[in-house]
């Protein structure tokens, strides 16, 4: 089996594992912006907590006008549990000035362009052009990166990395709808550290759950050994 077929097991399994896949984060289809702000107020950061607080943000602050103009200390003050408030108040005015200034408002559609915004980098960048504009995109959050590296469909922890190696074999129309999949099943299933191997649905050809990464790994070091 190449990498590709591996792939399509994966995304197949997940999506019949969890079909209702969605992102987490609450916000108004309507004002995409808000699902720009949740997302850069997540890291480090739960999708639960960030919906706590942005329920009473997104009610006193009702546009983008009124994030660019938001006080600092009165933003910092409202989303202070998301943890880094600091710089992530700096971030949201800075970058809601910036979509007004220079996008009319209007969010970009591609990752190169969303990620010229404060604070923005690739994961938030390819859920924006996923979620909102439906194209193709692979979210490369911790979830992501943890599970297809023990599926055996990615290697390293480098996210651009990682990024480049999936989109090299998913099927990219339902590579987007895979990636919100790969968070649910890594909050249910395969947990950073315990995975419950016996439960998974890609147990038949998880790389880890055959034993395949630990023998790569002991072939790795026989090798360096041997070099030395």
């Known amino acids: 089996m190449d990498l590709k077929e591996k792939a399509v097991l994966a995304v197949d399994a997940l999506e019949k594992e969890y079909p209702d896949a969605q992102c987490s984060l609450v916000y108004n289809p309507e004002k995409a912006y808000e699902l720009l702000i949740s997302t850069r107020l ?11 607080v942005t ?3 997104y009610q006193k602050y009702t546009s983008l006008s009124d994030f660019a103009n938001a006080p600092l200390e009165e933003m910092e003050e409202m989303i202070k549990t998301c943890g880094l408030f ?47 504009y439906h194209k193709p995109a692979v979210v490369c959050d911790t979830h992501c990166i ?9 290697q390293g922890k ?4 990682v990024e480049k190696q999936l989109r090299a074999i998913l ?30 649905c890609m147990k038949e050809f998880c790389s880890y759950a055959n034993g395949e990464l630990e023998t790569e790994k002991k072939a790795s070091k026989k090798k360096a050994t041997k070099k030395k």
């Open 55 to 57: 329920k009473d943000l």
């Open 146 to 154: 943890r599970i297809t590296n023990l599926l055996g469909l990615s």
């Open 158 to 161: 480098n996210p651009l990395q």
């Open 42 to 52: 997540s890291a480090q950061c739960t999708d639960a907590r960030v919906n706590i």
């Open 171 to 200: 099927p990219m129309d339902r590579a987007n709808d895979f990636c919100h999949r790969l968070v649910l099943h890594g909050r249910d299933v395969c947990v950073a550290n315990r995975p419950k191997c016996e439960n998974c």
């Open 86 to 132: 600091k710089t992530k108040a700096k971030d949201i005015i800075a970058m809601s000035k910036m979509l007004l200034e220079e996008y009319n408002g209007i969010l970009p559609d591609t990752v190169e362009e969303l990620t010229k915004l404060p604070g923005i980098g690739r994961k938030t960048a390819n859920l924006i052009v996923g979620d909102i």
